[in-house]
Antibody, heavy 121, light 110 residues
Framework: QITLKESGPTLVKPTQTLTLTCTFSGFSLSTSGMGVGWIRQPPGKALEWLALIYWNDDTRHNPSLKSRLTITKDISKNQVVLTLTNVDPVDTATYYC?????????????WGQGTLVTVSS | QSALTQPASVSGSPGQSITISCTGTSSDVGGYNFVSWYQQHPGKAPKLMIFDVSDRPSGVSNRFSGSKSGNTASLTISGLQAEDEADYYCSSYTSTSTPVFGGGTKLTVL
């Protein structure tokens, strides 16, 4: 059974760095083709893809946010970490992590429940 | 990287069929057969319904089908049921080797 769960702060101040952790089970990020990505959704708005990391350390970032995003993985802990620097109230959103089983295909077949992050002073 | 264009809302009666469109460009939808569709109920995480334009994951009803023509992909739901009422999002691979989502469509079952 594949599960993913997001964790991190629920409230962050403007200009701070947001760090979110995705802890997963039921698959290995050392399996060829496997990847884990982050997607966010501001309240009442559409999904926005953020970043993705693959089994081979290939990383992809949303071009509009690339300078602010970092994604890393820890195989031994079954975790993927996303950092977003210099946050702003517009970064308030539910952040999801999700698994993609096929390199550069970009569909996400298992999702975490999401974690709501509010950016406010 | 512009979001794909979807109608804001569609509606249909139980038993009917509806189609949701997803329009992009030759740099995304039109250029690759990597379009996926997600269903999202209020307060829930998205659920994959279609991948690779027209493939269904195991467990997804065959009432859901996907297709593509030119720069527009489509999701068709036949035999509409009350539980199909949700938001639907399309996504596509792009020429920058990153994905992009659509703006979402709210499906109302009358």
């Amino acid at each position: 059974q594949i599960t993913l769960k997001e964790s991190g702060p629920t409230l962050v101040k403007p200009t701070q760095t947001l760090t979110l952790t995705c802890t997963f089970s039921g698959f290995s990020l050392s399996t060829s083709g496997m990847g884990v990505g982050w997607i966010r959704q501001p309240p009442g708005k559409a999904l926005e893809w953020l970043a993705l990391i693959y089994w081979n350390d290939d990383t992809r970032h949303n071009p509009s946010l690339k300078s602010r995003l970092t994604i890393t993985k820890d195989i031994s802990k079954n975790q993927v970490v996303l950092t977003l620097t210099n946050v702003d109230p517009v970064d308030t959103a539910t952040y999801y992590c999700a698994q993609t089983p096929k390199w550069l295909n970009f569909y996400f077949d298992f999702w975490g429940q999401g974690t709501l992050v509010t950016v406010s002073s | 990287q512009s979001a794909l264009t979807q109608p804001a809302s569609v509606s249909g009666s139980p038993g009917q069929s509806i189609t949701i469109s997803c329009t992009g460009t030759s740099s995304d939808v039109g250029g690759y057969n990597f379009v996926s569709w997600y269903q999202q109920h209020p307060g829930k995480a998205p659920k994959l319904m279609i991948f690779d334009v027209s493939d269904r994951p195991s467990g997804v009803s065959n009432r859901f089908s996907g297709s593509k023509s030119g720069n527009t992909a489509s999701l068709t739901i036949s035999g509409l049921q009350a539980e199909d009422e949700a938001d639907y999002y399309c996504s596509s691979y792009t020429s920058t080797s990153t994905p992009v989502f659509g703006g979402g469509t709210k499906l109302t079952v009358l």
